[in-house]
Structures are given as C-alpha cells and as structure tokens.
C-alpha cells in the first residue's frame, strides 16, 4: 500500500526556511519519479521540484536558487529545502509519486511579512 505522509510546514517569517520532508511507504522511492508541489490560497496547484529515479533534479523557475530537492534512500525520504521565503511561497506543499498519481494529505507553509 502506497502512502505518503508529509511533515515539516509551518509559519516562519519573511526571508526565512524550513524542510519539508516526505517519508515514502509501500515502495521504494527511489525507484520512481517523486515531486514537491504546492497550491496557494486561490492559486492553481503548481510543480515546485521533481527528483527522477537516476537522481537528477528539476527545480522550478518560481523557486530556482531557493529551493531544493533531495531524497534519503535508507531513509525513504524525500526532502524539500525551502531558503530565503517568501510571502508568495505560503501554500499547502504535496509531495507525489508521479508513477500512480499518489499524494500526500499535505503540509500548510505560511510566510508572514
């Protein structure tokens, strides 16, 4: 049984950060493509990050430079390092499994000014 069960969100001040991590069970995730994504208040849902099966990232351009994505095998984890926030990164943050179409329950992020 697939699940995926994100923790880390929070409130945290302008400019500040915060991880976000995404413990993956019944798989094993680094055997697919997982993905961070995220929808604000009256925003569509959009990609943050992606990390593919090989290892290799993709960073979205809105996040580019302040955003990370990495992933612990043994730990079955897959992390979202979020630096110098913004008001405009406030939104709930999925983690996914892009094989499947598997989501998380979600994590709130808010940034206040």
């Known amino acids: 049984q697939v699940q995926l069960v994100e923790s880390g969100g929070g409130l945290v001040q302008f400019g500040g950060s915060l991880r976000l991590s995404c413990v993956a069970s019944?798989?094993?995730?680094?055997?697919?493509?997982m993905r961070w994504s995220r929808q604000g208040p009256g925003k569509e849902r959009e990609t943050v990050a992606t990390?593919?099966?090989?290892?290799?990232?993709l960073i979205e351009d809105s996040v580019s430079g302040r955003f990370d994505i990495s992933r612990d095998t043994e730990e079955n984890t897959v992390y979202l390092e979020m630096n110098s926030l913004k008001t405009e990164d406030t939104a709930v943050y999925y983690c996914?499994?892009?094989?499947?179409?598997?989501w998380g329950q979600g994590t709130q992020v808010t940034v206040s000014s």
């Open positions: 990390i593919f099966s090989d290892g290799r990232t």
């Open positions: 019944g798989f094993a995730l680094d055997l697919y493509a």
């Open positions: 996914t499994r892009l094989r499947g179409n598997y």
